[in-house]
């Protein structure tokens, strides 16, 4: 990993290795023996876009079920399987993606690969613990139903993606999470594990001949394609529309969105640095120093760009006690009209492109964040010469582009916006 | 999975569990003639450095009735000094560095992640703000709305949290850690500039620091580096004694409720007062650990296979101690029920698994998978910087010594099946705890 970070002495990309299996399953590696330990990431499409419109949270359920039980062990059994040998293994759903995470003392690396096999392929999903994780997701639901930034999430999410996948529940609904059936698991599994979207990643103290070997041990008997439903392109609706979620608390919690650029869009980079400059940038943003610093509207303040597989959106979020919510807010839009009518200065320019190539290095410092990094750019389509490629893209973007880029991103300004509290006059 | 636990009030510390404890080369401690405290951890694999510095203060020495006053002045120190008036984040940034601050209990500190080459440029600007600090009320009065925001982010919009505020409050009737770490509100309110600054002025001191760089560094090049920067400031008098007032023996057992209309799904907690790593007997918070991990440390555990597989009477459910504490602190049951089981059930079967617990014998398999976990958690740390960093410095903070780390995995090694059952035996006493619940509003009568 040592030269790994170091791009500006040699390739980042010159030591990732692509490692081919015998069976033709690739991974990406960082061979690292300092710590020994190894991590694995990995994912395949089909997330809870997958889900039936009826029937949300099943992706979220299946991942949630692939460590209670597989093969010979039931759930109990495989827990204690991975806790005697403090094997790290969990699984996860996003709206596009089913996710798996292992982390492993070097020394148990196979019976690592091994109980990540019989959870990918022999996931037994009995009765009991089915129900278990079942009421697990419910209870997590119930939690959220009266916090106030979840409620601006579900909120915004059901305007922004009115009638597509995205608008609906990741971990599912109250009213329909028993209705998920152990066919709609099988189905899922059955449509989405399959080695066409498989995206992988390896970092720590293991060579590419034995990953190569448990590559095959782990994926090798998964079909080649997936059968997924298509999910339609989109884009956020409903701009210009606030809506006014009544809660009884004394701060208002305000989500805000527009379209944003896609990470596969050539100008995705321009966006970035623009969207640093608006409040991406954590403590040195236009919105940190506007609604915090100076009046003091707010502890938590940002913006980001989210891109989905088929959307892509400009988002962001604060929280101000309810009788200046509304000056939250009118600061937050005036500051990105001016941004988009004016576009960031010379110097600001200048300084998110710093911290942006400067800072690229702090997201390979742990072998997790290096395999999280390094599926994320496989899922995106890119190739392991970005790595070096991505700061002088950073580096390329001119004064002229990042005004242009930042009209396109912010239009006319306007917004979705969804608030949780009693905010006054808003 | 598991729904997250409801915390106690941590939010503004490193959630940190008690372990974990080796880098990637010797690990060196030194002080220089100030006072100020060195301690390097080598992690040559990136060249990146985790830059932090810790002072030996936090919210539990706020002076009576400024509560908050540690976690205000945290918040300032990003306001700028003489040699930097508007602050150096923009600074930090630019050299592609990650800044940030938090308080706690015990210790507040302040870390920048940054390239090893700017490693200088970071100590320049920390030793900086260690004794340069410049307020205005201009800054201080918008800067104070901006932490009551975040009160009220945290905790005045969530009544999970506001129980949790009360729980603690009553397990700590008497030492601070029973007022949280932000403050409370009505006394945020009257904080200004002079609290802060007199508050800044007793703290801020070469010889109440410790200073921890992890990364792509040595030991002796850190030490250079740190004499050309914290070295130059001049040694002040002792740093102040901490006095707090210790709790008394817990003789009653207390049940706290909060019942409000935003509560869907009831949960339940109980904290045991009990000792930290700095106060207790030796071996005796090691004990405390594993018979935590046993207790509730994921799937295999006794309370998860007695409360959530067997009996169904939670649908989640851990343990925690908070081990990392100057004074004696706490060890804390969560769990959330199924529907159709009420709290007090939930709370019987939590009895009855602790007296199961205290007369029969712990399983050498259980015993031993706990200890597996906790030691190899010590070598999972070994692959973050920035997290051992944090070990190091609340062990530090709080009056561990980093042999005292390094020991730490033999020393849970050799916890036996009769020490734990005698922690639990000692310290999982009802009359020690406070009991919370967390209901709806309709069942509140």
């Known amino acids: 990993m040592r030269a790994f970070a170091e791009a500006a002495l040699s390739s980042r990309a010159g030591r990732v290795q692509r490692v081919f299996s015998p069976g033709g399953i690739e991974a990406w590696l960082v061979e690292e023996h300092t710590v020994p330990l190894v991590a694995l990431e990995f994912s395949i499409n089909g997330g809870a876009s997958q889900d039936a419109p009826s029937r949300p949270g099943t992706a979220t359920l299946l991942a949630g079920l692939l460590d209670e039980g597989a093969g010979p062990h039931d759930a109990e059994a495989f827990h204690r399987a991975l806790d005697d040998k403090a094997i790290h293994l969990s699984f996860s759903a996003d709206r596009d993606h089913i996710s798996g995470h292992l982390q492993t003392l070097e020394r148990n690396t196979e019976a690592a690969f091994d109980l990540l096999r019989l959870a990918l392929n022999e996931g037994r999903f009995d ?108 884009s956020v609706a409903n701009l210009g529309t606030r809506r006014v979620i009544e809660l009884d608390v004394p701060q208002t919690t305000i989500r805000f969105g527009r379209p944003g650029i896609h990470r596969r869009d050539p100008e995705f980079i321009p966006a970035m640095v623009v969207n640093y400059i608006l409040g991406g940038g954590g403590l040195t943003t236009r919105l940190f120093h506007e609604v915090r610093e100076k009046r003091g509207l707010a502890y938590s303040v940002y913006s980001q760009i989210q891109s989905f597989e088929r959307a892509a959106m400009l988002a962001g979020s604060t929280s101000t006690k309810n009788e200046r919510a509304a000056e939250s807010l009118a600061v937050i839009e005036s500051e990105i009209k001016l941004l988009a009518s004016q576009g960031p200065s010379e110097a600001e320019l200048d300084k998110a492109k710093k911290y942006l190539t400067g800072s690229y290095a702090l997201s390979f410092d742990t072998s997790t964040k290096i395999a999280a990094q390094l599926v994320h750019l496989q899922q995106q389509g890119f190739d392991l010469s970005y790595l070096d490629e991505r700061n002088k893209l950073v580096e390329a973007v001119t004064l002229a582009e990042a005004k242009r880029v930042g009209e396109r991103l912010f239009g006319d300004g306007a917004l979705l916006v969804t608030a949780v509290g009693r905010p006054a006059g808003m | 999975m598991q729904p997250g636990p409801f915390l106690p009030e941590n939010t503004l510390t490193p959630s940190a569990p008690a372990g974990g404890r080796q880098g990637t080369g010797p690990i060196t401690h030194s002080t220089l003639e100030n006072g100020l405290q060195i301690v390097v951890i080598p992690d040559h694999r990136t060249p990146v450095v985790t830059h932090m510095v810790w002072y030996q203060n936090g919210s539990a020495d706020d002076p009576p009735g400024k509560s908050g006053i540690a976690h205000f002045l945290e918040h300032l120190m990003f306001k700028g000094t003489k040699a930097h008036p508007k602050g150096f984040s923009d600074l930090v940034a630019e ?56 009160r009220r982010m945290r905790t005045d919009t969530d009544p999970a949290q506001q129980l949790n505020e009360a729980v603690q409050a009553s397990l700590f009737p008497h030492h601070p850690y029973g007022t949280p770490v932000i403050g409370w509100g009505h006394e945020i309110e009257t904080l200004d500039r002079s609290d802060a600054l007199t508050y800044y002025e007793r703290f801020y001191t070469p010889a109440n620091a410790i200073l921890i760089v992890a990364g792509d560094v040595d030991a002796a090049e850190v030490e250079r580096l740190a004499r050309e920067t914290y070295g130059r400031i001049p040694a002040r008098e002792k740093p102040p004694r901490r006095f707090r007032p210790q709790e008394p023996e817990p003789r009653a057992h207390r049940l706290v409720t909060l019942a409000d209309a935003k509560v869907e799904q009831p949960a ?35 309370l998860y296979r007695e409360l959530v597989v067997e009996r169904r009477l939670a649908v989640a459910v851990g343990a925690y101690y908070m081990g990392t504490s100057l004074d004696a602190t706490r060890l804390w049951i969560y769990a959330m029920p199924t529907p159709g089981t009420s709290l007090e059930q939930l709370d019987e079967a939590l009895d009855v698994v602790f007296a199961h617990l205290v007369e029969h014998a712990i399983d050498q398999a259980d015993l031993q998978r706990a200890r597996t976990r906790l030691v190899a958690d010590a070598i999972y740390a070994r692959d973050n910087q920035a997290s051992l960093a944090r070990w190091y410095g609340a062990s530090l903070a709080t009056g561990l010594t980093i042999e005292d780390i390094a020991l730490w995995p033999e020393r849970i090694e050799a916890v036996t099946a009769e020490d734990a059952q005698k922690a639990a035996r000692k310290w999982l006493d009802k009359r020690r705890a406070v009991t919370g619940f967390l209901l709806p509003e309709a069942v509140a009568a």
């Open chain 1, 127 to 234: 009765p009991k613990p089915t129900e278990r994780v079942r009421e697990q997701m419910v209870a997590t639901l119930k939690r959220d139903l009266n916090d106030p930034e979840a409620m601006a999430n579900r909120a915004f999410r059901a305007a922004a993606f009115p009638d597509h996948p995205y608008g609906r529940a990741v971990r599912g609904e109250l009213a329909t999470l028993p209705s998920i059936t152990r066919a709609d698991l099988d189905d899922l599994r059955k449509r989405a594990f399959a080695r066409a979207t498989l995206k992988i990643a390896a970092v720590g103290a293991i060579d590419a001949a034995t990953l190569a070997r448990l590559l095959d041990e782990v994926f090798g008997a998964w079909p080649e394609l997936p059968e997924l439903v298509t999910v339609p392109a989109t």
């Open chain 2, 95 to 150: 050299l592609g560095g990650q800044e940030n601050a938090f308080t706690a209990y015990d210790y507040t500190a302040y870390f920048q992640r940054v390239a090893k080459e700017h490693l200088a440029t970071m100590m320049g600007f920390e030793a900086d703000r260690m004794t340069g600090l410049i307020l205005t009320d201009d800054i201080v009065t918008p800067e104070r709305d901006v932490v009551l925001e975040e």
């Open chain 2, 268 to 302: 339940h907690e109980r904290v045991f007062l009990v000792p930290s790593y700095t106060t207790a007997a030796p071996g005796e918070a090691e004990a405390l650990e594993v018979l935590t991990h046993l207790l509730g440390g994921g799937h295999t555990s006794l």
